[in-house]
């Protein structure tokens, strides 16, 4: 059963401030919801940090985003941190992207909030979460992560990302309306190789929907996270090439991944 359980208050809960509470141990955590009176911008940043690793950075518009695009409904006044990908089609699927904590974790959520005119609200902010019971072993660690490539001419390369034989992507968001196409090449080998235009057809007929000002990379799209998680192993290089209408300058990614961290349990799950 799922339960919902209030989180501890947060401290430092101010305009200009950095809200903090500690997540205690024990739960596996499915998602994460901030209850608040802040709007969107107001929310800078928001990270999740396990023992003193950030494993998700995200900020107020992001998290609006995130839900938009899974077809998620979203309500005025809550925010959702998704750990588990609860649009998964099997139960295995979600339960491998929850946060299973263990009794010596240290875990900690912050919440960077905008500084506001005089004469503002108070801030409101409280912490809920969606928790499943405890699992004997943390098998994976759920990530959302922000990275940037360069976008200097109308081909770009990108050979940077955040890659291990133990880490997989879920989905990578491109900040930037002016992507066309994508290619994806493991090892000087073709795997991926789309457009916008393609991409976002597939989309829609998964119950997925492009946000503005995006290009979405999706493998686990169709729902089943087990099997078609992206692999970032490789033994040369691991290249995204992005197709522009014009330099960007750069282009902000936000990456969501799973980073395997008991491999050795993976073929009893």
Not at 22 to 49: C, K
Request: hydrophobic letters at 40%; a negative charge.
């Amino acid at each position: 059963m799922i339960s919902v359980m209030k989180l501890n208050s947060f401290t430092g809960a101010g305009y200009g401030e950095k809200a903090s509470l500690v997540i205690p141990t024990g739960p596996v955590y499915e998602e994460i919801f901030l209850e608040t009176n802040l709007l969107p911008e107001q929310i800078t940043r928001v990270t999740i940090t396990l023992n003193g690793d950030e494993i998700v950075v995200l900020d107020g518009q992001l998290m609006k985003m995130l839900e938009a695009y899974k077809g998620l409904n979203s309500t005025q006044g809550f925010y959702s941190i998704p750990l588990a990908d609860i649009t998964a089609k099997t139960k295995n699927g979600m339960r491998y992207t929850a946060l299973v904590t263990e009794k010596t974790d240290n875990i900690l959520l912050e919440v960077e909030i905008a500084p506001a005119a005089d004469g503002a609200p108070d801030v409101q902010l409280k912490g809920h979460a969606s928790v499943s019971p405890a699992q004997a072993a943390r098998i994976v660690v759920p990530q959302i992560k922000k990275q940037t490539m360069q976008a200097t001419s109308t081909e770009n390369e990108f050979l940077d990302l955040v890659s291990g034989p133990l880490l997989y992507v879920r989905r990578m968001h491109f900040a930037s309306d002016k992507i066309t196409a994508l290619e994806m090449f493991r090892d000087y080998i073709r795997e991926y190789d789309s457009t916008g235009v393609v991409d976002k057809m597939r989309a829609l007929r998964n119950r997925r929907f492009w946000q503005s000002g995006y290009f979405h990379f999706d493998p686990i799209m169709r729902g089943y996270y087990l099997d078609e998680l992206m692999s970032t192993a490789h033994d040369n290089e691991l290249k995204f090439t992005v197709k522009t209408t014009e330099p960007c300058g750069s282009i902000p990614i936000i990456v969501e991944s799973v980073k395997v961290v008991r491999p050795d349990l993976i073929g009893g799950e």
